[in-house]
């Protein structure tokens, strides 16, 4: 079965920072851009971040330019995201998504979710 | 980041059609199509069609999707109660390098 599992998230004070977790089992994520994508309390989906197949094209959301970090582990078979700087504006339910092997035809896999929330 | 344009909510009656919209321009929508996704509250997201307008396999021909220069529609028939939740479009955009999604249509059936 395809299927993503996130870890990670959990109550952090505003400047701390996160590292998210994601586990891909039933394919290699190597073989799919794969990108991070989250929703504040009851809003939108935003996209964050994505990463291609050879880790060469790696692209950020205009507002998480510089705090946020993606990196992917092969041998692992996971997706991660690093957090830095955490502000309340960051609180949000964090989905890890595949997308189709057919270029930016759409995130197919959908995780279930980790939630961050910055708060003192 | 510039998001994609979608009406905040569409009622329609039970065993109508409901059409809802996704308005992007050129850089996105206008020149690389829309995927749909849907959502229930406290799940994730659940991709409905491809930006070649095509369903993975398991989703009902009750939905489909379709494109008209810069706006995406997904077309809902025979409306069932469940299909009352939240439905989101998303396009690649070239210029921004960026995945944009729009703001989410809330479907109620009436």
């Known amino acids: 079965e395809v299927q993503l599992v996130e870890s990670g998230g959990g109550l952090v004070k505003p400047g701390g920072s996160l590292r998210l977790s994601c586990a891909a089992s039933g394919f290699t994520v190597s073989s799919h851009s794969m990108n991070w994508v989250r929703q504040a309390p009851g809003k939108g989906l935003e996209w964050v971040s994505s990463?291609?197949?050879?880790?060469?094209?790696?692209y950020y959301g205009d507002s998480m330019r510089g705090r946020f970090t993606i990196s992917r582990d092969n041998a692992k078979n996971s997706l991660y995201l690093q957090i830095n700087s955490l502000r309340a504006e960051d609180t949000a339910v964090y989905y890890c998504a595949r997308e189709d092997q057919r270029w930016a035809y759409g995130m197919d896999v959908w995780g279930q979710g980790t939630t961050v929330t910055v708060s003192s | 980041q510039a998001g994609l344009t979608q009406p905040p909510s569409v009622s329609k009656g039970l065993r109508q059609t409901a059409t809802l919209t996704c308005t992007g321009n050129?850089?996105?929508?206008?020149?690389?199509?829309a995927a749909w996704l849907q959502q229930y509250q406290g799940h994730p997201p659940k991709l409905l069609s491809y930006?070649?307008?095509n369903r993975p396999s398991g989703i009902s021909e009750r939905f489909s999707a379709s494109r008209s220069g810069n706006t995406a529609s997904l077309t809902i028939t025979g409306l069932q109660p469940e299909d009352e939740t939240d439905y989101y479009c998303?396009?690649?955009?070239?210029?921004?390098?960026?995945?944009?999604f729009g703001g989410g249509t809330k479907l109620t059936v009436l």
């Open positions: 990463i291609d197949t050879s880790t060469r094209y790696i």
């Open positions: 050129s850089n996105n929508v206008g020149n690389q199509g």
């Open positions: 998303s396009a690649w955009d070239s210029s921004l390098s960026a995945w944009v």
């Open positions: 930006r070649n307008n």
